[in-house]
């Protein structure tokens, strides 16, 4: 079984949509996290769940909403987006061995 | 000002050869650790090499090997005889303040680099 996965690995929503992109990890580590990745631009980090608790919202507008219900499930609830939240979403576990994180293949998610 | 610096936007390498990927850093942690990751046309992130900013020698894991040049505060990763599977998108990232925090702190990425394997 691999170690991180996203469900789903595309979608596309109306900016008046909900919709949910779900993480899953099966390494057994403390932390998880979400990144996003827009073209040209470094990864940035969004959210840091460590034991289910955030500890670190890196300024993400409030129309994305995260909800980690246990350690090894975490959530990126979405609202009322706009076309420029169009991106690879990324969710990672951590720390391993040499403080690593290992990331899930992400959701590429298009607002029209 | 960016913390990680990747000036080469694209590389196109003949095969077999060895490669050399540059990243600069900056920060006054004295404390951090600097990584490399893979991102092929996939998507997913694969880790590949670490070093630490406490460790002696420099790093290596396989046919990748990072060089870890403290004072200039650089840490290139060189990858020797290169294969068609190399070509993706390569990302230096940094996390600080490894001594607190628990583990949780999230890293920072530079722009990645374009590495096209030829054969």
């Known amino acids: 079984e691999t170690g991180v996965t996203q469900t789903p690995r595309h979608l596309v929503m109306g900016m008046t949509n909900k919709k949910s992109l779900k993480c899953e990890q099966h390494?057994?580590?403390?932390?998880m996290y979400w990144y996003k990745q827009s073209a040209k631009k470094p990864l940035e980090l969004m959210f840091v769940y460590s034991l289910e608790e955030r500890v670190e919202n890196n300024s993400v507008p409030s129309r994305f909403s995260p909800e980690c219900p246990n350690s090894s499930h975490l959530f990126l609830h979405l609202h009322t987006l706009q076309p420029e939240d169009s991106a690879l979403y990324l969710c990672?576990?951590?720390?391993?061995?040499?403080?690593?994180?290992?990331f899930g293949p992400g959701t590429r998610l298009t607002v029209l | 000002a960016q913390k990680i610096t990747q000036t080469q936007p694209g590389m196109f390498v003949q095969e077999k050869e060895a490669v050399t990927l540059d990243c600069t850093y900056d920060t006054s942690d004295p404390s951090y650790g600097l990584f490399w990751y893979k991102q092929p046309s996939s998507g997913e992130m694969i880790f590949l090499i670490y070093q630490g900013s406490y460790d002696q020698q420099n790093a290596t894991e396989g046919r990748y090997s990072l060089n870890f040049q403290k004072a200039r505060k650089s840490a290139n990763l060189v990858i020797s005889a290169s294969q068609l599977g190399d070509s993706a998108m390569y990302f230096c990232a940094m996390r600080e303040g490894l001594g607190s925090g628990g583990g949780a702190d999230g890293l920072t990425f530079g722009k990645g680099t374009h590495l096209i394997i030829q054969p």
């Open positions: 990672a576990c951590g720390p391993g061995k040499y403080n690593e994180q290992f």
């Open positions: 390494l057994g580590h403390n932390a």
